[in-house]
DNA sequence: AATCCTTCCAACCGCACGACG
DNA sequence: TCGTCGTGCGGTTGGAAGGAT
């Protein structure tokens, strides 16, 4: 037996947003906020819709600094090299991108840039394809890709664990230069000391251990980095790590007062 | 013009987690 | 310590829109 829903489903509206929910929703939100419960809003706001419902419409669609569409080169190549370092993160990968959503990246993935990626990849020979048998598992029947009834082709998930590494995309990513339209890396930068087990910040007194800095499951027990390859190897790119994996992320985006406007919303506090 | 096919994305679902009593 | 609740997340789906035949 299962947790109860989170409201009747049968008695509140779904599917589309008309353009009067949309209004409702936003001149409550924007006069009252959230008021740190959704379950409540959707009662207060005259909606009759799911709170999470609403939630995800705010956050998704209605919220003021939402950017749809228009993904430059650069956003590009952060959503692959994180993809093929972190995997499904969207959360994570969207937190880099201001404006983007979770949903949004991940749409964008699915729809395009995974193609897009795999096309490019395929050129360079150093391709491995999420749902390519030879890619995934000597017991190719450990997977498939099937075709939904809207006809798009969506993988099927593996039927046995698969090492994180054997469903992923390797790119040459070319470095990725910092650009004003992108949240800006925290100034708690570190640079790998370049003993492998330490990494070292400016000054030396910041320094921190490996399991501090990455999360956990990135971190293999012997310490080392497993995808530090996908990004050309790990020492050239700490600037762009660090600012990934970082496990309190948010706090030092808020320890950073010129880049605290930065900080994405929504974004967790930890990343587990 | 009609039908079929493909692409795209908004929205839903269920699960995991943290907060709280 | 345990149960409940609200939130956040990633996976999945339905259907609209556009293209191909």
Redesign the pocket.
């Known amino acids: 037996m ?5 409201c009747d ?1 049968a008695r509140v ?5 008309s353009p009067e929910e949309d209004r409702q929703l936003r001149s409550y939100v924007q006069l009252n906020g ?8 959707p009662q207060k706001a005259g909606l009759n ?5 609403c ?3 705010w ?3 209605l919220r003021p600094d939402i950017k ?2 228009g993904y430059t080169e650069q956003e590009d190549h952060i959503i692959c090299s994180l993809y093929s370092s972190i ?6 990968i ?1 937190s880099k991108l201001p404006g983007r959503t ?3 990246v ?3 993935w ?3 840039l995974k ?1 897009k990626a795999m096309a490019a990849s395929r050129a360079s020979g150093a391709f491995t394809a999420p749902g390519t048998p030879t890619a995934l598992s000597p017991d190719a029947s450990a997977s498939s890709s099937v ?11 593996y039927s046995q664990p698969q090492p994180q590494t054997q469903g992923l995309i390797h790119f040459d990513a070319p470095p990725c230069k910092p650009q004003t339209e992108l949240a800006p890396v925290p100034p708690a930068a570190i640079a790998l000391d370049g003993t492998g087990g330490v990494w070292a910040s400016e000054p030396a007194s910041h320094a921190v251990a490996l399991d501090d800095v990455f999360l956990p499951e990135l971190v293999g027990g012997d310490q080392l980095f497993p995808y530090g390859d996908f990004f050309g190897g790990l020492q050239d790119r700490t600037l762009e790590l660090s600012a990934c994996y970082f496990p309190n992320m948010a706090e030092m985006w808020g320890a950073a007062s010129e880049h605290a406007h930065a900080k994405p919303q ?3 506090n ?1 990343m ?1």
């Open positions: 299962g947790r109860a829903p989170c489903k509206k779904r599917g589309p947003w959230t008021g740190g419960n959704w379950i409540a809003l819709r799911c709170g999470k419902s939630r995800l419409r956050l998704n669609y749809h569409g995997g499904s993160r969207w959360s994570i969207a979770d949903n949004d991940k749409n964008y699915n729809t395009k193609k075709t939904s009834s809207s006809g798009d082709v969506r993988f099927a998930m929504g974004l967790c930890t587990t």
